[in-house]
């Protein structure tokens, strides 16, 4: 199990994060040290300092909320390399949330922390611009030999090469997704919680995305869905079948009920009724416009369920 809980657990504000390489490693020691600093929650994992896609990791940092603290026992334990270390970092700075190495002095609740914190990106600007020189006088090199760039395994069909590149482009999705999983997780639930179809959820989700960010389809949104279900990260219940959509006349009735309880609401306030109750537009949108609404209205009236002009 990743998550260590003791009886009768309530959310804390300090949340531990302990990480050996190999299975055969142990991460008592630091359980006892992070269970003494007064973490009643640890999520522990198995996986090398290098590698960045770490499940346990992403779930992790995806569960603190705003003036929680991830906590560790020293820093090589949450990264290998100034950059991945400054990463983490950001994404706690973005969520509100604080950092704390036992052994280190870096704690970004205080501004000694926050100071060490700057120190740190300083040096990792320096780490990035000396990688990105060997990178280049590398592959320089290696051209002047004739050899060819990428991994050899996988241009040689290796089977281990291919299994490995694909766990790693799985761990990198994971990762991807719990990263933005704010920006569009909450209203899905939402969505799907009421019944509504993918494409209305869809929709939804398009009008209302990050400039600059990539327009969702509906493939892709369940895709993105799955994999969180599949990872506990989500309720099964949103894969569920959406429920039917409602029979036409039911929308007339809503908005002759609407205009029998109060006859002198305007177009734009009924609009704003059947957006407060969620009900979709005749297309599936979640905006009401005046036109949309003056439409349902005349064929209430065509109906019967509402008296002439």
């Known amino acids: 199990m990743p998550f260590r809980m003791q009886a009768g657990h309530r959310p804390m504000a300090l949340v531990g994060y302990a990480r050996v390489s190999t299975e055969d490693q142990a991460t008592a020691r630091q359980l006892d040290e992070l269970s003494a600093a007064g973490c009643r929650e640890v999520a522990e994992e198995h996986a090398s300092g290098g590698d960045r896609d770490r499940p346990v990791l992403a779930r992790t940092l995806a569960r603190l909320k705003p003036g929680d603290t991830l906590v560790v026992?020293?820093?090589?334990?949450?990264?290998?390399?100034?950059?991945?270390?400054?990463?983490?970092?950001?994404?706690?700075?973005?969520?509100?949330?604080?950092?704390?190495?036992?052994?280190?002095?870096?704690?970004?609740?205080?501004?000694?922390?926050?100071?060490?914190?700057?120190?740190?990106?300083a040096a990792a600007q320096l780490e990035r611009a000396l990688i990105r020189e060997r990178t280049r006088s590398g592959m320089r090199a290696a051209a002047a030999r004739g050899s060819r760039p990428g991994n050899p395994g996988l241009r040689a069909g290796d089977p281990a090469a291919r299994r490995a590149t694909s766990e790693a482009r799985r761990a990198s999705y994971l990762a991807r997704l719990v990263a933005g999983a704010d920006a569009w997780l909450p209203a899905v639930q939402r969505l799907r919680t009421d019944g509504r179809a993918w494409d209305d959820v869809v929709r939804y989700l398009n009008a209302r995305r990050a400039l600059?960010?990539?327009?969702?389809?509906?493939?892709?949104?369940?895709?993105?869905v799955r994999r969180m279900v599949a990872e506990g990260l989500a309720e099964p219940a949103l894969l569920a079948a959406a429920r039917p959509a409602p029979a036409p006349d039911r929308l007339l009735a809503v908005v002759?009920?609407?205009?029998?309880?109060?006859?002198?609401?305007?177009?734009?306030?009924?609009?704003?009724?059947?957006?407060?109750i969620r009900e979709p537009t005749p297309r599936g949108g979640a905006t009401w416009q005046p036109g949309s609404v003056a439409h349902v209205v005349a064929r209430a009236r065509k109906a019967g369920l509402l008296p002439g002009p």
């Open 256 to 276: 002759a009920g609407i205009l029998r309880s109060d006859p002198g609401a305007t177009l734009r306030q009924i609009g704003a009724r059947l957006e407060a």
């Open 212 to 224: 600059g960010a990539p327009p969702w389809t509906s493939e892709r949104l369940v895709r993105a």
């Open 73 to 121: 026992v020293s820093l090589d334990r949450l990264a290998r390399s100034l950059s991945h270390l400054l990463g983490v970092l950001e994404d706690l700075q973005a969520r509100g949330a604080h950092f704390r190495s036992l052994r280190d002095p870096v704690d970004t609740a205080s501004p000694q922390g926050l100071f060490t914190l700057q120190v740190l990106g």
